[in-house]
């Protein structure tokens, strides 16, 4: 930061960005210059010191010439060419058996040992351009000190880029000829019978194996080098020039600009706006043809003609990404900024809730926690001291952010006011004021009735939302021994005669989308262990708003299950980007909930009322359970879903309440941004929702989007180190290790290394844009009306699985190795109930998204819930539903 400025165009680079690259090519010379080029000089060299004048080997016998002789004689010729012949085969045999065997001039091995002196003596310049290199762009901090390093910067690269670069295409060109007049004159040389040697190859082996390999690698890394610096130079040239008058200006007149160009703000709002629609648009096609549309896609091709149609599937996306990055011009960033920025905040994260913990417990009488020791969050329940405390029994402590001057800790004060209240005063960084704060969350106990029902009906449902994923999350699980379960199966399925069905003996009725092997259905009965005899009914036609779906005949638990499929075509990502709240005042009358003022996610909503119509066209939910003729009348309803699926099952709860007054609805990993605050929360005595740790997809809203994106910036103008020094300190110690579970005082020291505090951070050029980004972002958010104000929340009793352990033993530690920390291999989940506004922060994890998959979830469950089996039967579970 700021970005590096390269033959008068900017570039995706800060300068101080260049140390590590400057690292791995000063690497690269090094193995050049003080391993190849060695072995090279040293055969050559060696010949040219043991050869005589006429450039003969001296050790070598003398050769045979057939001049020697003479016979005067016509009867002698026979016998003459018989002895030329022999001594030419003694010749070959004395080069074969000899080494070295020369027959090459002198002047050809000055030739290539003038060649690689000369290549010694670029790649030693190139080792101390590296060096200067490297050392100028570790000078300062990513916002201090940055004329310091920008213009030599700049200087040094155009000259590596140009003149450097030309002088390495010469020498490899030089090298290059010499190898192909080489083979041309061996293959000349040999058809003529008169063959005296080449620059670098020979009929005999002139110089050892490893020399020839030496030789190639040497030319396949001048080749590499020559091809990368072209390809970058290119890349600059394509780059549209910066006006010099504009980077000369003075603030007065940057500010002057920046207000002319402020007077056409909503004007130029539209352009953002179709920049973004286009890109969303052609990255999905992009995705949907070079994936063979084997995930989806052929929807969002066909519909690439209409531009009505386009605009309003992307319109909601494009119109947040042009506000998300809306003047962002303004700030002179770059990625590497930004994922520096990402990554200091997750230990930030990490010591504002280690603090906040350490510091409750301090005042609860439980004491500070060891150095060094793991921080277990069920530890707090086992204190007496705590136990004692009111209202804390069977409780653990957990933290969230919040403005201590703007916001407070109540109910009746949801955080969906903080952002907005905290942008007011745009003179001061977002989150300045911020800390977390504790509040006590329930802890579930298996000597609970209602918890255990709870966890023990999570867990086995769970493989029901897993079946309709079918194929594609199945071989996911098992890479290699999909095939083989999967034939077994079959196997096992013929052999059964097992070809019953519950709704319909015609199984292109009661299966709608399968292919001619059936392997939708066959990995649908795999994931949860079904009979064919238990679909009822499954469709697996996928659209824009189609959702594939099944129905399941559980008899063990008594129930009809519908189950949803979350997002896996391009087309369900599109549904998820359609982000404008829909109003439910209209669908609250038609289906008997109060939806007064209430709002969904659009996206979403539309979904559900596909699978509403699809539901009441084909009736298979009356005929199971409504009438007098129903086979399953004594069976109760249960939907369930992940992610996508999850959030269309409870707005459809919604709507099939009252015709099913027993339903219940289960949600996996459900999105943040479905419902707002008082329809999520009044829907919990129906509705338990299921989310693993780190998950990003339940804490997902702008608002959040907005705080992330904030908080990130802010820690950038914090930063008091160079980018290879945090490296060092960081990714060397550990970036996928357990932040979390650390040793706090040793968190809460490095953090302090690395950035100035929060009150004393010095101004910068970065620090002023900062300040004017933010003054103009909440103008922008002053300008989207109601949309903006709307909060989304997950919905319903939300049972939230805590990493409190992890496994150290040596598989366990491998997997995190080979993933970087995100595997879940070994990882302890504590269940704790969690109240519909708890997820107001974005948590910077390893396993921010693969704890949304939907075999984590389950598997994960299932793990918890094999503490929890108490023996409960099916009634049990249901009766404490039914207290619920």
């Not at 391993?35 to 050559?44: G, R």
């Not at 653990?396 to 942008?423: C, G, I, Y």
């Not at 994890?845 to 023996?871: I, M, Q, Y």
């Given at each position: 930061m700021?970005?590096?400025?390269?033959?008068?165009?900017?570039?995706?680079?800060?300068?101080d960005?260049?140390?590590?690259?400057?690292?791995a090519?000063?690497?690269?010379?090094?193995?050049?210059?003080?391993?190849?080029l060695?072995?090279l000089?040293?055969s050559?060299?060696?010949?040219?010191?043991?050869?005589?004048?006429?450039?003969?080997?001296?050790?070598?016998?003398?050769?045979?010439?057939?001049?020697?002789?003479?016979?005067?004689?016509?009867?002698?010729?026979?016998?003459?060419?018989s002895?030329?012949?022999?001594?030419?085969?003694?010749?070959t045999?004395?080069?074969?058996?000899?080494?070295?065997?020369?027959?090459?001039?002198?002047?050809?091995?000055?030739?290539?040992?003038?060649?690689?002196?000369?290549?010694?003596?670029?790649?030693?310049?190139?080792?101390h351009?590296?060096?200067?290199?490297?050392?100028?762009?570790?000078?300062?901090?990513?916002?201090?000190?940055?004329?310091?390093?920008?213009?030599?910067?700049?200087?040094?690269?155009?000259?590596?880029?140009?003149?450097?670069?030309?002088?390495?295409l010469l020498?490899?060109?030089?090298?290059?000829?010499?190898?192909?007049?080489?083979?041309?004159?061996?293959?000349?040389?040999?058809?003529?019978?008169?063959?005296?040697?080449?620059?670098?190859?020979?009929?005999?082996?002139?110089?050892?194996?490893?020399?020839?390999?030496a030789?190639?690698?040497?030319?396949?890394?001048?080749?590499?080098?020559?091809?990368?610096?072209?390809?970058?130079?290119?890349?600059?040239?394509?780059?549209?020039?910066?006006?010099?008058?504009?980077?000369?200006?003075?603030?007065?007149?940057?500010?002057?600009?920046?207000?002319?160009?402020?007077?056409?703000?909503?004007?130029?709002m539209?352009?953002?706006?179709?920049?973004?629609?286009?890109?969303?648009?052609?990255?999905?096609?992009?995705?949907?043809?070079?994936?063979c549309?084997?995930?989806?896609?052929?929807?969002?091709?066909?519909?690439?003609?209409?531009?009505?149609?386009?605009?309003?599937?992307?319109g909601d996306?494009?119109?947040?990404?042009?506000?998300?990055?809306?003047?962002f011009?303004?700030l002179?960033?770059?990625?590497?900024?930004?994922?520096?920025?990402?990554?200091?905040l997750?230990?930030?994260?990490?010591?504002?809730?280690?603090?906040?913990k350490?510091e409750?417990l301090?005042?609860?009488?439980?004491?500070?926690?060891?150095?060094?020791?793991?921080?277990?969050?069920?530890?707090?329940?086992?204190?007496?001291?705590v136990?004692?405390?009111?209202?804390?029994?069977?409780?653990?402590?957990?933290?969230?952010?919040?403005?201590?001057a703007?916001?407070?800790?109540?109910?009746?004060?949801?955080?969906?006011?903080?952002?907005?209240?905290?942008?007011?005063?745009?003179e001061?960084?977002?989150?300045?004021?911020?800390?977390y704060?504790s509040?006590s969350?329930?802890?579930?106990?298996?000597?609970?009735?209602?918890?255990?029902?709870?966890?023990?009906?999570?867990?086995?449902?769970?493989?029901?939302?897993?079946?309709?994923?079918t194929?594609?999350?199945?071989?996911?699980?098992?890479?290699?021994?999909?095939?083989?379960?999967l034939?077994?199966?079959?196997?096992?399925q013929?052999?059964?005669?097992?070809?019953?069905?519950?709704?319909?003996?015609?199984r292109?009725?009661?299966?709608?989308?399968?292919?001619?092997?059936?392997?939708?259905?066959?990995?649908?009965?795999?994931?949860?262990?079904?009979?064919?005899?238990?679909?009822?009914?499954?469709?697996?036609?996928?659209?824009?708003y189609?959702t594939p779906?099944c129905?399941?005949?559980?008899?063990?638990?008594?129930?009809?299950?519908?189950?949803?499929?979350?997002?896996?075509?391009?087309?369900?990502?599109?549904?998820?980007?359609?982000l404008?709240?829909?109003?439910?005042?209209?669908s609250?009358?038609q289906?008997?909930?109060?939806?007064?003022?209430?709002?969904?996610?659009g996206?979403?909503?539309?979904c559900?009322?596909?699978?509403?119509?699809?539901?009441?066209?084909?009736?298979?939910?009356?005929?199971?359970?409504?009438?007098?003729?129903?086979?399953?009348?004594?069976?109760t309803?249960?939907?369930?879903?992940?992610?996508?699926?999850?959030g269309?099952?409870?707005?459809?709860?919604?709507?099939?309440?009252?015709?099913?007054?027993?339903l219940?609805?289960?949600?996996?990993?459900?999105?943040?941004?479905?419902?707002?605050?008082?329809?999520?929360?009044?829907?919990?005595?129906?509705?338990?929702?299921?989310?693993?740790?780190?998950?990003?997809?339940p804490r997902l809203?702008?608002?959040?989007?907005?705080s992330?994106?904030?908080?990130?910036?802010?820690?950038?103008?914090r930063?008091?180190?160079?980018?290879?020094?945090?490296s060092?300190?960081?990714?060397?110690?550990?970036?996928?290790?357990?932040?979390?579970?650390?040793?706090?005082?040793?968190?809460?020291?490095q953090?302090?290394?690395?950035?100035?505090?929060?009150?004393?951070?010095?101004?910068?050029?970065?620090?002023?844009q900062?300040?004017?980004?933010?003054?103009?972002q909440?103008?922008?958010?002053?300008?989207?009306?109601?949309?903006?104000?709307i909060?989304?929340?997950p919905?319903?009793?939300?049972?939230?699985?805590?990493?409190?352990?992890?496994?150290?033993?040596?598989?366990h530690n491998?997997?995190n190795?080979?993933?970087?920390?995100?595997?879940?291999?070994?990882?302890?989940?504590?269940?704790?109930?969690?109240?519909?506004?708890?997820f107001n922060?974005?948590e910077?994890?390893p396993?921010?998204?693969?704890d949304?998959?939907?075999?984590?979830?389950?598997?994960a469950?299932?793990?918890?819930?094999?503490?929890?089996?108490?023996?409960?039967?099916?009634?049990?579970?249901?009766?404490?539903?039914?207290?619920?």
């Amino acid at each position: 930061m700021p970005a590096l400025h390269l033959f008068s165009r900017r570039t995706i680079l800060a300068g101080d960005d260049l140390q590590l690259p400057s690292l791995a090519w000063g690497l690269l010379n090094c193995l050049q210059l003080f391993v190849l080029l060695p072995i090279l000089l040293y055969s050559p060299l060696l010949h040219i010191l043991s050869d005589d004048g006429d450039g003969n080997d001296t050790k070598d016998a003398p050769m045979l010439d057939k001049d020697s002789y003479s016979f005067n004689s016509s009867l002698h010729t026979d016998l003459n060419e018989s002895v030329f012949v022999t001594s030419r085969n003694l010749q070959t045999d004395d080069c074969t058996t000899k080494s070295p065997c020369n027959t090459r001039p002198k002047y050809q091995y000055l030739i290539l040992l003038s060649h690689l002196i000369a290549t010694s003596i670029y790649f030693a310049i190139s080792l101390h351009i590296e060096r200067c290199i490297f050392h100028t762009s570790s000078i300062g901090t990513p916002t201090m000190n940055i004329e310091a390093r920008m213009k030599p910067l700049s200087s040094l690269i155009e000259f590596k880029l140009t003149y450097w670069n030309g002088c390495n295409l010469l020498l490899l060109g030089v090298a290059v000829t010499l190898t192909i007049l080489d083979f041309v004159n061996n293959n000349q040389q040999q058809e003529d019978g008169d063959y005296d040697g080449g620059y670098i190859i020979e009929s005999c082996d002139t110089f050892p194996m490893y020399w020839y390999v030496a030789w190639f690698l040497l030319l396949s890394t001048q080749t590499f080098q020559a091809i990368f610096a072209m390809t970058s130079l290119i890349s600059i040239w394509r780059i549209q020039p910066i006006n010099s008058l504009n980077q000369q200006s003075t603030n007065e007149e940057y500010h002057h600009s920046y207000e002319v160009d402020n007077v056409h703000h909503r004007a130029m709002m539209h352009e953002a706006e179709e920049l973004w629609r286009t890109r969303c648009e052609g990255c999905c096609r992009i995705l949907a043809v070079s994936t063979c549309f084997l995930f989806g896609g052929r929807g969002i091709v066909s519909t690439s003609s209409n531009n009505n149609s386009k605009f309003n599937l992307y319109g909601d996306i494009s119109r947040a990404l042009a506000d998300y990055f809306a003047d962002f011009g303004v700030l002179d960033v770059v990625p590497s900024d930004v994922g520096l920025g990402i990554v200091v905040l997750r230990h930030m994260q990490a010591q504002r809730r280690l603090v906040a913990k350490r510091e409750a417990l301090h005042q609860l009488g439980y004491g500070s926690s060891r150095p060094g020791s793991r921080l277990d969050l069920t530890r707090v329940e086992d204190d007496a001291a705590v136990n004692n405390t009111a209202g804390l029994n069977r409780r653990t402590l957990f933290f969230r952010w919040r403005n201590t001057a703007t916001v407070e800790d109540t109910p009746s004060s949801p955080l969906r006011q903080s952002t907005s209240s905290n942008n007011n005063n745009p003179e001061s960084p977002s989150r300045a004021n911020e800390e977390y704060q504790s509040f006590s969350r329930v802890v579930l106990s298996p000597l609970i009735s209602l918890d255990a029902s709870a966890i023990i009906e999570g867990a086995h449902f769970a493989r029901h939302q897993l079946a309709i994923y079918t194929w594609i999350l199945y071989y996911y699980e098992y890479p290699i021994t999909g095939s083989l379960r999967l034939i077994g199966r079959a196997l096992r399925q013929q052999m059964n005669c097992a070809d019953a069905t519950a709704y319909s003996p015609n199984r292109q009725e009661r299966i709608v989308g399968d292919n001619f092997l059936h392997i939708h259905e066959a990995t649908m009965l795999a994931h949860a262990g079904l009979q064919k005899a238990d679909i009822a009914y499954a469709t697996f036609e996928a659209g824009f708003y189609e959702t594939p779906y099944c129905i399941i005949i559980d008899r063990q638990w008594k129930t009809v299950v519908l189950s949803i499929r979350g997002s896996l075509t391009l087309e369900d990502c599109v549904v998820d980007v359609l982000l404008d709240p829909c109003p439910l005042d209209s669908s609250g009358e038609q289906f008997g909930f109060d939806g007064a003022g209430q709002y969904c996610h659009g996206g979403v909503f539309g979904c559900t009322r596909w699978l509403y119509d699809d539901l009441e066209r084909h009736k298979i939910l009356d005929t199971l359970l409504l009438g007098e003729y129903a086979k399953y009348r004594d069976y109760t309803l249960r939907i369930v879903g992940h992610s996508l699926g999850a959030g269309i099952g409870v707005i459809l709860s919604l709507m099939l309440r009252n015709k099913f007054p027993s339903l219940r609805c289960l949600c996996y990993s459900p999105p943040g941004g479905l419902l707002t605050w008082e329809l999520a929360t009044s829907c919990s005595h129906f509705v338990n929702s299921f989310v693993l740790d780190s998950d990003i997809v339940p804490r997902l809203s702008l608002n959040n989007m907005e705080s992330l994106r904030d908080e990130v910036l802010n820690l950038i103008a914090r930063v008091k180190l160079s980018k290879y020094d945090i490296s060092k300190r960081i990714f060397w110690q550990g970036l996928c290790g357990e932040v979390e579970l650390g040793d706090l005082d040793y968190l809460i020291q490095q953090n302090e290394d690395l950035l100035y505090p929060a009150e004393s951070t010095p101004d910068s050029d970065f620090l002023q844009q900062l300040r004017r980004f933010e003054a103009m972002q909440q103008n922008r958010r002053t300008t989207r009306g109601i949309s903006r104000e709307i909060s989304l929340y997950p919905p319903g009793n939300i049972i939230h699985l805590v990493k409190t352990g992890q496994s150290r033993s040596c598989t366990h530690n491998l997997s995190n190795c080979i993933t970087c920390g995100a595997s879940n291999s070994g990882a302890e989940y504590t269940p704790v109930r969690k109240e519909n506004d708890d997820f107001n922060e974005i948590e910077i994890s390893p396993t921010l998204w693969t704890d949304h998959f939907p075999n984590r979830v389950c598997n994960a469950l299932e793990k918890v819930a094999e503490k929890f089996d108490t023996g409960m039967t099916f009634d049990t579970v249901s009766n404490s539903n039914e207290v619920v």
